[in-house]
């Protein structure tokens, strides 16, 4: 049949109604869509949400201690800087919500969203977690943050907190640590015999073996406590954050090599349910600002340290000793004892020396010939071309 002249005319416009009412559709449709996306992702297109994230951080250090205490704060600043305020991170020092050592279960209960501190605060509750600090005569700094992110040390550490609804991140390294601040000389093993000494972690049980008397304390009650007697001797970290507590007012002797924190690794750890409230732009955000935040503790320890001794050496008239040979060689008998019994006790403490003794053995037999090797010849070197002191 022809079509009519009517036909002919309207059909093509009629066409084109329709095609402009589809586009219409879709573009109604695909802002919808847009808009849930943003409601449950927080992301838009390349744009962000509108839903604004606040946590509560609590430490296990004084607010706004040097060294240990910027880590927290750095984190915040971090989080505030790349996801432009939509997280907000409030920092609490020791003792403003909760004590220094409740900060674990503040995190594990939701009291708090995250924390700062160190795992082997918490060996009581779980042995393993001294891995995740540091082990006597272990691994320093550049190790232990290689067997954490490169040789399965973080998924140990995570199966270790997951039963308290916990997911820790490194948090911050203070390098080799100072052996401590002691009252009186320690010229041999009968000198440890009856001291009474603020040291935590696997590090307390050695010294409790070589005849010493450990004793937990917090960061913030050191200097009244050797000033009073309480303990006769304590270690904390080094020349930089030990300078700044006034420890040299309290004690006299400042020994080293810190055979007990080789490479002391903090943690920053954050509950479960919010860390998995939070959009998947803002959680790379929170494991990003950690590897930022830990690295920056180790670089800012490197840099202070050394002007921190002079000051406590040239200006306060500190003492500074080396422990004898013999004494560090019953403490590294007493370390491998305490860790015998360690792995043997808990299952768990038992996989992680397995996975931590491993990269161990690995990391100190390559530094036989790259660190180690490398300090030593620099030392000869420039050693041989100074002039000596008469």
Known sequence: MAASNFERRFTPLIILLLVAALVVVIGLWASGRAAEQSINTGVAGAGVGDEHFHWKMVTTWPKNLPGLGSAAENFARYMDEMSGGRLTVHVYGAGEIVPAFEVFDAVSQGVADAGHGAAYYWKG??????????????????????????????????????????????????????????????????DLQGLKMRIPGLAGDVFAEAGGTAVRIPGGELYTSLQTGVIDATEWVGPYNDLALGLYEVAEYYYYPGWHEPG??????????????????????????ARAAN????????????????????????????????????????????????????????????SYKRFYDGARAYHHISEQAYINARDMVIDAEEPQQP
């Open 295 to 354: 690295q920056d503790m180790l670089d800012e320890f490197t840099a202070r340290n050394n002007a921190a001794l002079q000051d406590l050496v040239n200006n306060h008239g500190v003492k500074l000793r080396r422990l004898p040979d013999d004494v560090l060689q019953a403490l590294y008998r007493g370390s491998e004892k305490a860790m015998r019994q360690l792995i043997a006790e808990d299952p768990l403490a038992a996989r992680v020396y397995d």
């Open 264 to 289: 002391a690794m903090l943690e920053l750890i954050v509950n479960r349910d919010s860390f998995e409230a939070l959009p998947p732009d803002l959680q790379a955000m929170v494991t990003v600002a």
């Open 125 to 190: 509750k779980i042995p393993s977690a001294v891995f995740f600090t540091t082990v006597p005569f272990g691994l320093n700094a550049q190790e232990i943050n290689g067997w954490l992110h490169y040789g399965g040390g973080l998924e140990l550490w995570r199966e270790a907190y997951a039963p308290f609804n916990i997911i820790p991140f490194a948090g911050g390294n203070t390098g080799v640590q100072m052996a401590g601040w002691f009252n009186r000389e320690i010229n041999s093993t009968e």
